[in-house]
């Protein structure tokens, strides 16, 4: 789902809100999101899940280009642990037999 599709879809549960209110709610929300994980909060949305910040010590790979070995830097990534009324929706729909 793009974002032009969950502000239309939200529109459309929401007939009272404009589509430019939908859309700049949708806007703060998910710079909201950015921003709490920009600074190392995590965030957790009821009944959806939780988006934590996981980090990554620096360690030695091999260059798959040459097979020399290299650094590879730490790094910080997101990862989002779903609740699990969204794990049984997606159960429900026959997902993970796809």
Do not use: W
């Amino acid at each position: 789902m793009t974002r032009t599709e969950l502000i239309v879809r939200t529109q459309q549960r929401l007939p009272e809100m404009s589509l430019q209110q939908v859309s700049d709610c949708c806007s703060a929300l998910l710079e909201s999101l950015a921003d709490a994980l920009a600074n190392g909060h995590g965030v957790t949305l009821p009944r959806v899940g939780e988006f934590i910040i996981k980090r990554h010590k620096a360690r030695v790979g091999s260059d798959p280009r040459n097979g020399r070995e290299r650094t590879i830097p730490s790094c910080a990534v997101v990862q989002f642990y779903p609740h699990q009324s969204v794990k049984d929706r997606l159960n429900s729909k026959g997902i993970a037999d796809t």
